[in-house]
């Protein structure tokens, strides 16, 4: 495969954006994505502290298969390892991932962060449903992410993906999408070139347009 990486701060003071790549040596490689959440305390500590945390169970369990309980395994520590790092702080994140393993994308999300996979055809394979509540005496928010001392709350949707070759993935937070329409977004997934070229007009268009940080890992199977 080939894939391409990229976070900036967008109009915000800091990037609460984080990200990370692990490739694993039989063939694996994982691609998480977290954002922390607005409204709470150290958002960049939260994401980077999960992002981390979620990456480095699947570098240590290199044997244990891509599997929703493995998901689980690498949320519960990743939820602890939050609440050891917050002390009083009230903390959240949100997290998608990509397990990439031969011709099977294993994504797992909580909170608003995507995942998009599409054909050549433009065809949508799967795209992750933001997880929002909302009620008549509230505004929207968020009710599935990982929150200080909330492990329940940190309950990633999981879905394997069957892939073909020359599918494309985008991995991306709420900062990158909210800044470009879906037809304009997944067009340019599907018809660029490449993915230097896919991330090049996804950040043009961000430097214009987003409100927030913007972060976003594309990747195609050969």
Not at 183 to 209: F, G, N, P, S
């Amino acid at each position: 495969m080939r894939y391409t990486c990229f976070t900036e701060k967008g109009p915000r003071i800091k990037n609460e954006d984080c990200y990370n790549v692990v490739e694993i040596p039989d063939k694996r490689t994982l691609f998480v994505v977290c954002d922390g959440m607005g409204g709470h305390s150290c958002g960049e500590i939260a994401s980077k502290t999960v992002c981390d945390a979620f990456s480095a169970y699947w570098q240590e369990h290199p044997d244990v298969a891509d599997s929703a309980q493995k998901v689980e395994n690498a949320t519960k520590v990743a939820s602890q390892t939050l609440d050891e790092k917050s002390g009083y702080y009230q903390m959240g994140t949100t997290l998608v991932m990509a397990s990439i393993e031969g011709d099977i994308a294993l994504v797992a999300h909580a909170g608003d962060s995507r995942c998009y996979v599409i054909d050549i055809r433009g065809n949508v394979k799967y795209r992750t449903i933001d997880h929002i509540a909302s009620s008549s005496i509230s505004l929207p928010y968020i009710n599935r992410a990982f929150f200080t001392h909330h492990p329940e709350d940190a309950v990633p949707e999981v879905k394997a993906v069957a892939l073909q070759p020359l599918d494309r993935i985008l991995i991306c937070t709420d900062g990158l999408y909210n800044a470009i329409d879906d037809e304009t977004l997944l067009h340019t997934l599907q018809c660029t070139k490449d993915v230097e070229q896919v991330a090049e007009k996804y950040r043009a268009i961000c430097k214009e347009w987003a409100g927030d940080n913007y972060t976003g890992i594309v990747v195609e199977m050969e």
